[in-house]
């Protein structure tokens, strides 16, 4: 997924400023993509070199004379795995505005201090041109400096975050940035996991654990346990259970304490027996992170959390809703002003909950609505989300639904979201410069980076010498014509 940071400068640059600055770009290595094509353009025509920089001034001269606008309205800068825009906003507000910024992808080391530098070496180009030139006095000593673009933030979004209580943000961004609970919460993926932890919690309670470790019903399970025991999801005890009422007595975390109970003088308050005489079994039970993934089914907020994290959203933009102890979960994501809120539960898309996610879109005024729910969907419940986003849209909403019944599923979704939102963005951020490229700025950007993740996907690709098919050419009999 792309992701774009911009700057802007409150300065004005007239036509030959501007070119002088591109000039000045090139010499410090980054090479203006539109100048370059369009004195490539002039070599051609000019059939030589000689004589480029005489046309360049001649159609800038005409196209901002008779054409009334200006001859260079920004340019692009490329890098490996980023891409710099500059563009020139002078008509555009009650002051005229430079808008740098950067256009990288997840995997973009460092991308802020790349922009930092670039705008740094822009602001020192500029404010070289006005001490050189005619300036008014305290002109050059009051050159404005470098603004942050302010992210915005949707009011729904806002709301969202306001009604929680610090304490409460800060405990579930904080549990969901733990790689322990991450990693749980990734196994119980797996329904047979999750329909297992949940026996065994009741067995636990009920005192049967131990059954649960009997050879047939562990070598039955799709899974492993051993493999939940490391992630942090059970873990084994020690029960000791009257002999003769089969009672469970009492349990202990592990054989050490065991020891030290066998040694003393305690007897079994069903019968009156020594506890050394007692039955002794090894039981397995949902630890503490077991039971806090699986109540109100946070462990689908947990999973949803670490999949947008590893796309690159910011932590700041993501906002984890309270549990309301009604097994529903909810988060807020903010991409670049444009909000989608998540609603989970681990069971049945039932009516209500389809209701509840409704009423809280409404709430939060939220564009996407991603609903996430591991059991069966229900009709009445399908019809309503489906009413509600036909009326969004028939109401001239930019409003999108998307239902799923799996994490997997959920995360797929989620990216292709996220990529349309972050696409959208950086046209509207680029788009000025189409004129001046002939092309869809934007779409180039996004078809460099397509082709080159492309690109390295299919070098880690070896293909064999034998999978390529030799061909041979086999001459026709000749005939003689009638």
Same mark, same amino acid.
């Given at each position: 997924?792309?992701?774009?940071?911009?700057?802007?400068?409150?300065?004005?640059?007239?036509?030959?400023?501007?070119?002088?600055?591109?000039?000045?770009?090139?010499?410090?290595?980054?090479?203006?993509?539109?100048?370059?094509?369009?004195?490539?353009?002039?070599?051609?025509?000019?059939?030589?070199?000689?004589?480029?920089?005489?046309?360049?001034?001649?159609?800038?001269?005409?196209? &901002?004379?008779?054409?009334? +606008?200006?001859?260079?309205?920004? %340019?692009? $800068? !490329? *890098?490996?795995?980023?891409?710099?825009? @500059?563009?020139?906003?002078?008509?555009?507000?009650?002051?005229?505005?430079?808008?740098?910024?950067?256009?990288? &992808?997840?995997?973009?080391? +460092?991308?802020?201090?790349?922009? %930092?530098? $670039? !705008? *740094?070496?822009?602001?020192?180009?500029? @404010?070289?041109?006005?001490?050189?030139?005619?300036?008014?006095?305290?002109?050059?000593?009051?050159?404005?400096?470098?603004?942050?673009?302010?992210?915005?933030?949707?009011?729904?979004?806002?709301?969202?975050?306001?009604?929680?209580?610090?304490?409460?943000l800060y405990t579930s961004l904080r549990k969901e940035t733990m790689s322990k609970?991450?990693?749980?919460?990734?196994?119980?993926?797996?329904?047979?996991?999750?329909?297992?932890?949940?026996?065994?919690?009741?067995?636990?309670?009920?005192?049967?654990?131990?059954?649960?470790?009997?050879?047939?019903?562990?070598?039955?399970?799709?899974?492993?346990?051993?493999?939940?025991?490391?992630?942090?999801?059970?873990?084994?005890?020690?029960?000791?259970?009257?002999?003769?009422?089969?009672?469970?007595?009492?349990?202990?975390?592990?054989?050490?304490?065991?020891?030290?109970?066998?040694?003393?003088?305690?007897?079994?308050?069903?019968?009156?027996?020594?506890?050394?005489?007692?039955?002794?079994?090894?039981?397995?039970?949902?630890?503490?992170l077991a039971s806090s993934l699986l109540e109100d089914g946070s462990w689908l907020?947990?999973?949803?959390?670490?999949?947008?994290?590893?796309?690159?959203?910011?932590?700041?933009?993501?906002?984890?809703?309270?549990?309301?102890?009604?097994?529903?979960?909810?988060?807020?994501?903010?991409?670049?002003?444009?909000?989608?809120?998540?609603?989970?539960?681990?069971?049945?898309?039932?009516?209500?909950?389809?209701?509840?996610?409704?009423?809280?879109?409404?709430?939060?005024?939220?564009?996407?609505?991603?609903?996430?729910?591991?059991?069966?969907?229900?009709?009445?419940?399908?019809?309503?989300?489906?009413?509600?986003?036909?009326?969004?849209?028939?109401?001239?909403?930019?409003?999108?639904?998307?239902?799923?019944?799996?994490?997997?599923?959920?995360?797929?979704?989620?990216?292709?979201?996220?990529?349309?939102?972050?696409?959208?963005?950086?046209?509207?951020?680029?788009?000025?410069?189409?004129?001046?490229?002939?092309?869809?700025?934007?779409?180039?950007?996004?078809?460099?980076?397509?082709?080159l993740r492309t690109g390295d996907e299919l070098d880690h690709q070896h293909l064999?010498?034998?999978?390529?098919?030799?061909?041979?050419?086999?001459?026709?009999?000749?005939?003689?014509?009638?």
């Amino acid at each position: 997924m792309l992701f774009l940071e911009s700057k802007t400068l409150r300065h004005l640059v007239d036509g030959d400023g501007r070119i002088k600055l591109l000039e000045e770009l090139q010499q410090k290595g980054l090479t203006s993509i539109i100048r370059t094509a369009r004195l490539n353009s002039f070599s051609d025509l000019l059939l030589g070199s000689e004589r480029i920089r005489e046309m360049e001034t001649s159609i800038a001269a005409w196209t &901002e004379s008779e054409n009334r +606008e200006a001859y260079v309205r920004g %340019d692009l $800068f !490329c *890098r490996s795995d980023h891409v710099f825009f @500059l563009i020139f906003d002078d008509n555009k507000g009650a002051a005229p505005l430079i808008r740098a910024g950067i256009v990288y &992808e997840t995997g973009t080391p +460092e991308p802020f201090r790349k922009l %930092d530098s $670039f !705008c *740094r070496d822009v602001r020192e180009l500029l @404010l070289a041109q006005s001490e050189s030139g005619e300036s008014e006095p305290g002109k050059v000593e009051n050159f404005p400096q470098w603004e942050h673009g302010k992210p915005t933030m949707p009011e729904g979004f806002r709301r969202f975050v306001a009604r929680q209580d610090a304490d409460s943000l800060y405990t579930s961004l904080r549990k969901e940035t733990m790689s322990k609970r991450i990693l749980a919460a990734s196994k119980l993926e797996d329904e047979s996991a999750r329909v297992f932890l949940r026996s065994a919690r009741d067995a636990y309670q009920e005192g049967y654990a131990a059954k649960l470790l009997s050879g047939d019903l562990a070598e039955s399970h799709e899974f492993s346990i051993e493999k939940l025991e490391d992630v942090g999801l059970l873990e084994r005890e020690v029960q000791i259970s009257c002999r003769k009422s089969g009672h469970a007595l009492f349990r202990l975390p592990n054989a050490h304490a065991l020891a030290v109970v066998t040694v003393s003088d305690a007897t079994c308050s069903e019968c009156g027996s020594p506890v050394a005489d007692e039955k002794v079994e090894e039981v397995i039970a949902p630890t503490q992170l077991a039971s806090s993934l699986l109540e109100d089914g946070s462990w689908l907020v947990s999973r949803l959390h670490f999949i947008i994290r590893e796309m690159g959203v910011p932590e700041s933009e993501i906002a984890v809703g309270p549990s309301d102890g009604t097994g529903h979960g909810q988060m807020m994501v903010n991409l670049c002003g444009e909000s989608l809120l998540l609603v989970t539960r681990d069971g049945d898309l039932t009516p209500a909950f389809a209701r509840w996610a409704i009423d809280l879109e409404i709430e939060t005024e939220a564009s996407h609505l991603v609903v996430l729910a591991t059991g069966r969907l229900h009709n009445e419940a399908g019809l309503l989300l489906h009413n509600h986003a036909r009326r969004r849209i028939s109401g001239g909403q930019d409003f999108e639904l998307i239902l799923a019944d799996d994490v997997a599923a959920a995360g797929r979704e989620l990216q292709y979201a996220l990529e349309r939102v972050s696409q959208r963005v950086i046209g509207e951020q680029v788009g000025d410069l189409d004129s001046s490229m002939g092309l869809s700025v934007s779409r180039l950007i996004i078809t460099k980076f397509n082709l080159l993740r492309t690109g390295d996907e299919l070098d880690h690709q070896h293909l064999s010498p034998e999978s390529g098919q030799s061909f041979s050419f086999v001459r026709p009999p000749l005939t003689l014509a009638a």
